[in-house]
């Protein structure tokens, strides 16, 4: 009998908490739909708005509000980080390789960390193993704590890389006798 109780109770507090976070997104979904209306030419909503969309799993709308950002300021690096980001979950990597690569020419040195670290973990989807290393690195020297986590990981040095070797992604080894390693 407890043990009913405790799954009802259980069950009752997920969906007040689920009922709030709908409430929550309702009311912030509409304060920037007024926003808009009143300013249509915000890049800085529309990207508010494709975040919240992207947060709530609405990818196509969220894309469409990302491209309606990147219209009106074309460098909006946040945005393009952001709309790579959305790609990525699109598994379409070859475009958020791109957007990663805008979001980094555009951006300043306090953000530049993260979108190495984002471009690093596309081109690894890429297969791109040699480029994402690199971008790795960059993203570590930027002061990126996840990427230097990640390079201590992999057992990688930061002067250790040079472009023109061929490293395996599983062990990091020059020549690799793995299976996992097809240049």
């Known amino acids: 009998m407890m043990d009913n109780i405790d799954e009802y109770s259980k069950e009752v507090f997920e969906a007040i908490i689920d009922y709030g976070y709908v409430v ?13 209306d009143s300013d249509p ?8 708005r494709g975040s919240l969309y ?3 799993y609405k990818y196509e709308e969220a894309l469409k509000d990302f491209d309606k950002a990147i219209l009106i300021n074309s460098k909006y690096s946040s945005c393009y980080n952001s709309r790579g980001c959305l790609y990525g979950k699109m598994k ?3 475009m958020a390789e791109l957007d990663f690569t805008l979001a980094i020419k555009y951006s300043n040195n306090e953000s530049k960390g993260i979108y190495f670290a984002n471009r690093s973990a596309c081109r690894e989807d890429l297969k791109k193993y040699q ?3 690199v971008d790795l690195k960059k ?8 990427s230097i986590k990640k390079l201590k990981r992999r057992n990688i040095k ?10 395996c992604p599983a062990c990091q080894e020059k ?3 793995c299976s996992s390693f097809n240049p």
Not at 139 to 146: E, I, M, S, T, Y
């Open 24 to 36: 929550r997104f309702y009311n912030e979904f509409r304060k920037l739909n007024l926003a808009l």
């Open 41 to 48: 030419g915000s890049a800085e909503l529309f990207f508010k």
């Open 54 to 56: 992207y947060d709530n």
């Open 92 to 94: 379409r990597y070859e």
């Open 131 to 133: 480029l994402s290393i």
């Open 139 to 146: 993203a570590a020297g930027l002061g990126h704590k996840a």
């Open 158 to 167: 930061f002067g250790e890389y040079r472009e023109d070797e061929k490293y």
């Open 175 to 177: 020549p690799c006798m």
